[in-house]
């Protein structure tokens, strides 16, 4: 069963561009949604997350959107830069849990061209 | 640098064979995550320790345990392994148990090929 899906393997955009990530999850209980990026050879690292208190956090050229009654976020970069090019995981959680688990998706790899 | 360190980051085994994944957390952090991702799929979590002790597990095989020492390691034992068990492993830490207490931060990863 998964819970937080990410249904584009890939995407390619022009550097300068928005890049636009999404993400749909099922379980109503999550409350709390994050991005990670990978590198190949690295592990993942944070990027932005979100509260579902919330419908839009941004940091810098990275905004985080949520859309609760569609169980839908997304993921906005812009503009886009070549050293964007990555894997990018949405993962979600339950905040107030006393686990802290995070179920992932899949990844979309992003690639970026100059 | 996450601060994660993970040993070894290549394993090359066969079936049948025992292997142990090891991971040392950031300085300080109490829960130690490990994460499953085999080809073209995402970060499968298999258990969560909190400062020794069991807190979640997720699809972890029987023939997968894990355990957290007192300094605070974990390892990872796969047994029996299988052509299907080679994927990446990875290793994520925070400071506390529930996310209030942060991200978490992950190793590079332990890649384990089974042949």
């Known amino acids: 069963d998964q819970q937080v899906k990410q249904n584009s393997p890939s995407l390619s955009v022009q550097e300068g561009r928005i890049s636009i990530l999404n993400c749909d999850y099922t379980n109503s209980m999550f409350d709390y949604f994050l991005w990670y990026k990978k590198y190949p050879a690295e592990g993942p690292t944070f990027l932005i997350s979100i509260s579902s208190i919330k419908d839009k956090n941004e940091d810098g050229r990275f905004t985080v959107f949520l859309n609760k009654s569609a169980k839908h976020l997304s993921l906005h970069i812009v503009p886009s830069q070549p050293g964007d090019s990555a894997v990018y995981f949405c993962?979600?959680?339950?905040?107030?849990?006393?686990?802290?688990?995070?179920?992932f998706g899949q990844g979309t790899t992003l690639q970026v061209k100059p | 640098d996450s601060g994660v360190t993970q040993t070894p980051k290549h394993l090359i085994t066969a079936t049948g064979q025992r292997v142990t994944l090891r991971c040392s957390p950031r300085s300080g952090d109490l829960s130690v995550y490990w994460y499953q991702q085999s080809l073209d799929q995402g970060l499968q979590f298999l258990i969560q320790y909190y400062n020794g002790e069991e807190r979640a597990k997720g699809n972890i095989l029987e023939r997968f345990s894990a355990q957290q020492f007192p300094d605070l390691h974990s390892e990872l034992n796969l047994s029996s392994l299988e052509l299907g068990d080679s994927a990446l492993y990875f290793c994520?830490?925070?400071?506390?148990?529930?996310?209030?207490?942060?991200?978490?931060?992950f190793g590079e990863g332990s890649r384990l090929t089974v042949l």
């Open positions: 994520a830490s925070r400071a506390g148990t529930g996310l209030s207490t942060g991200e978490l931060f």
């Open positions: 993962a979600a959680s339950i905040y107030s849990g006393n686990t802290g688990k995070l179920i």
